[in-house]
């Protein structure tokens, strides 16, 4: 079975352009969450989805980033306009009821 | 203010011997525990949970250990072996399941050495 997929892997960006972030969830999972991973503050989780409506977003840093679900098949993730402290590894995750959360491989996001 | 904490951001051990994770948590809330393993350049992977109606869970070489009273869980690996050396996050939910706001500890990086 095909797990949770991102892409792109590795990004690099020059300061105040548009970050594109996606994924897609696992095939029959109905939560979907998206998690940052920075050296100082752990992971830490953004936003999560549920039947592709947002849940909880009050993790989400400021307005420069919005995540979106239009289906249950494919999430992004936007930071716009893009800062050098946004650099990290982003995660999505999806799971169902009674199931742990299973990790994507994450994006590796450098603005330089 | 870290809801969980694992106070230990490394840990090496020998081969064949036992490894202890520990991880302590705030919230008298949580109610679902788990242990994620995660290895350079992956997403963390699912190793073990524990309900808090739970004192203990096993699978394989993988024990999990939850003192509620100490707002305290572990993860005991024996024998452990080095492809075992990974970071592992400790992690914790309330609302009765997996779902929802998981709160992650900072990991600890566990080395065996052969």
């Known amino acids: 079975d095909a797990g949770v997929i991102q892409s792109p892997r590795h990004e690099v960006t020059e300061m105040g352009q548009e970050v594109t972030l996606r994924c897609k969830p696992i095939?029959?999972?109905?939560?979907l969450f998206w998690y940052r991973q920075t050296m100082m503050r752990g992971l830490e989780l953004l936003i999560y989805?549920?039947?592709?409506?947002?849940?909880?977003d009050s993790g989400m840093p400021e307005d420069r980033f919005s995540a979106k679900m239009p289906n249950a098949s494919f999430s992004t993730l936007k930071i716009q306009p893009s800062e050098p402290r946004d650099s990290a590894v982003y995660f999505c995750a999806s799971s169902i009821v009674g199931t742990p959360i299973y990790f994507g491989e994450g994006s590796w996001l450098t603005v330089v | 203010d870290q809801q969980v904490k694992q106070n230990s951001p490394s840990l090496s051990v020998q081969e064949g011997r036992i490894s202890i994770l520990n991880c302590d948590y705030t919230?008298?809330?949580?109610?679902?525990f788990l242990w994620y393993k995660k290895y350079p350049a992956e997403g963390p992977t699912f190793l073990i949970s524990i309900s808090s109606i739970k004192d203990k869970n096993e699978d394989g070489r993988f024990t999990v250990f939850l003192n509620k009273s100490a707002k305290h869980l572990s993860l005991h690996i024996v024998p452990s072996q080095p492809g075992d050396s990974a970071v592992y996050f400790c992690?914790?939910?309330?609302?009765?399941?997996?779902?929802?706001?998981?709160?992650f500890g900072k990991g600890t990086k566990l080395s065996v050495k052969p």
């Open positions: 992690a914790a939910s309330g609302g009765g399941g997996s779902q929802g706001n998981l709160i």
């Open positions: 989805f549920n039947n592709n409506v947002p849940i909880d």
């Open positions: 919230n008298s809330m949580f109610d679902y």
């Open positions: 095939s029959g999972h109905d939560y």
